[in-house]
């Protein structure tokens, strides 16, 4: 009986202290300045997709979406509408799918192609299936914003956040913070504000 | 673990039923959320972040779509009545939508029979509150805040009913 409550009071110390660790890894990530690694990820279409292969891209904007979570849903016409307005003046949409399919398989590769088929993504969608991008960027949960510019050092954060400040009403919206970030750098001027906080919902591991 | 927890909640629900005087105020609560949920914005919500009164606060952001919040659950409702004699309040903050307040939240609270107290935040604009509740928090959930007077701590992460009740300890000490 001792041993079994020692073995379990053992376990739960360890269990905590990997929870906390793994905690720990997500919340650290790319921070405004950094540049970012190049990954290859799966776009809903089987071929592989990198920021490397936009040769004309002035810079990119990236959301970590899902087809599952109410915050991501309520965006998601917002998303296909930035692509649709940047996407030809250099800053195309890449979305990436960070959650583990067998938590929420509502965001298996297959519901994904079938999502994007159904709303005509007009930008990829893809799958970080090894779920080794996310962290890099330091994403926590969906919808997740970064605006990246292309320098001649790479691509550099250059804002982290929300898309906009009203995920209830796109009609209701007083700040636009990702068009705001896009419109400062096609001007050329730095961003002026450069991250927001909104709620989402955790990245399933 | 699992089981410990089970028998926690079948032990929590017995000892309910032998005390319902006293567990009368928490149900009203719940019947009350149920008929009538409060809605607040952040300015309002604040209050509850903030109380000098000697209690232990839990404050559990959730919602009801939110699948490792719903997972949690659980165990709050166990802290509360393991701990509702020590001083120690829970208050769970609801951000459901509030176009699923009638469809999903209210009938959430009914069929689990949530004695926590529940109230729900509508405030879209995150990026202002966000940061007074906690200046670290990416805005995932769920999330808590455990606070005694003016000393807190805040939590973005899943708790464990082990973690949760640890930590709470630290603040009955």
């Given at each position: 009986?001792k041993?079994?409550?020692?073995?379990a009071l053992?376990?739960a110390?360890?269990?905590?202290?990997?929870?906390?660790?793994?905690?720990?890894v997500?919340?650290?990530g790319y921070q405004?300045g950094?540049?970012?690694?190049d990954?290859?990820?799966?776009?809903?279409?089987?071929k592989?997709?990198?920021?490397?292969?936009?040769?004309?891209a002035?810079g990119?904007?990236?959301?970590f979406?899902?087809n599952t979570?109410?915050?991501?849903?309520a965006?998601?016409?917002r998303i296909?509408?930035?692509?649709k307005?940047y996407?030809s003046?250099?800053?195309p949409v890449?979305?990436?799918?960070?959650?583990n399919?067998t938590?929420?398989?509502g965001?298996s590769?297959?519901a994904m192609?079938?999502?994007?088929?159904?709303k005509?993504?007009?930008?990829?969608y893809?799958?970080d299936a090894?779920?080794?991008?996310y962290p890099?960027?330091?994403?926590?949960?969906?919808?997740?914003m970064?605006?990246?510019k292309?320098t001649?050092?790479?691509?550099?954060?250059?804002?982290?956040g929300a898309?906009?400040d009203?995920?209830q009403?796109?009609?209701?919206v007083k700040?636009?913070?990702?068009?705001?970030?896009?419109?400062?750098?096609?001007?050329?001027e730095e961003?002026?504000?450069?991250t927001?906080?909104?709620i989402g919902?955790?990245i399933k591991? | 673990m699992?089981?410990s927890v089970?028998?926690?909640l079948?032990?929590?629900?017995l000892s309910?039923?032998?005390s319902?005087?006293k567990a009368?105020?928490?149900?009203?609560?719940?019947?009350?959320?149920?008929?009538?949920?409060?809605v607040?914005?952040?300015?309002?919500i604040?209050?509850f972040l903030?109380?000098?009164d000697?209690?232990?606060?839990?404050v559990?952001?959730w919602a009801?779509w939110?699948?490792?919040?719903?997972?949690e659950?659980p165990?709050?409702?166990?802290?509360?009545?393991?701990?509702?004699d020590?001083?120690v309040e829970?208050?769970?903050?609801?951000?459901?939508?509030?176009?699923?307040?009638?469809?999903?939240?209210k009938?959430f609270i009914?069929?689990k029979n949530i004695k926590?107290?529940v109230?729900?935040?509508?405030?879209t604009?995150?990026?202002t509150w966000?940061?007074?509740?906690?200046k670290?928090?990416s805005?995932?959930?769920?999330a808590?805040?455990?606070?005694?007077?003016?000393?807190r701590?805040?939590y973005?992460?899943?708790?464990?009913?082990?973690?949760?009740?640890?930590q709470?300890q630290t603040?009955?000490k």
């Amino acid at each position: 009986m001792k041993t079994h409550l020692r073995i379990a009071l053992i376990l739960a110390v360890v269990v905590s202290t990997v929870s906390f660790t793994t905690k720990k890894v997500s919340g650290d990530g790319y921070q405004i300045g950094d540049v970012v690694q190049d990954f290859k990820l799966k776009n809903i279409d089987n071929k592989e997709v990198s920021l490397s292969d936009y040769k004309a891209a002035k810079g990119f904007i990236i959301a970590f979406t899902c087809n599952t979570c109410p915050y991501a849903m309520a965006y998601e016409d917002r998303i296909i509408a930035l692509d649709k307005k940047y996407a030809s003046q250099g800053y195309p949409v890449i979305a990436i799918m960070p959650n583990n399919t067998t938590v929420k398989p509502g965001d298996s590769f297959e519901a994904m192609q079938r999502r994007a088929k159904e709303k005509d993504y007009t930008f990829p969608y893809l799958i970080d299936a090894d779920q080794s991008v996310y962290p890099q960027f330091g994403a926590t949960k969906t919808p997740h914003m970064y605006v990246l510019k292309k320098t001649k050092k790479g691509n550099v954060v250059e804002y982290i956040g929300a898309i906009d400040d009203n995920y209830q009403d796109a009609s209701a919206v007083k700040e636009k913070y990702v068009e705001n970030a896009v419109d400062a750098l096609l001007k050329g001027e730095e961003v002026k504000q450069k991250t927001t906080r909104a709620i989402g919902c955790t990245i399933k591991v | 673990m699992k089981n410990s927890v089970y028998l926690l909640l079948i032990m929590s629900a017995l000892s309910f039923g032998q005390s319902k005087s006293k567990a009368a105020n928490v149900i009203v609560n719940g019947e009350a959320s149920q008929e009538n949920l409060e809605v607040y914005d952040f300015d309002e919500i604040e209050k509850f972040l903030n109380l000098d009164d000697q209690k232990v606060h839990v404050v559990n952001f959730w919602a009801t779509w939110c699948a490792p919040c719903v997972k949690e659950l659980p165990y709050f409702e166990a802290l509360q009545e393991k701990y509702k004699d020590q001083n120690v309040e829970v208050l769970l903050i609801s951000l459901d939508f509030p176009n699923q307040y009638e469809s999903k939240l209210k009938p959430f609270i009914q069929k689990k029979n949530i004695k926590s107290k529940v109230i729900a935040l509508n405030d879209t604009d995150m990026n202002t509150w966000l940061p007074k509740v906690n200046k670290d928090w990416s805005g995932a959930i769920p999330a808590t805040i455990i606070y005694k007077n003016g000393n807190r701590h805040f939590y973005e992460q899943s708790f464990t009913y082990e973690e949760l009740e640890n930590q709470v300890q630290t603040f009955l000490k």
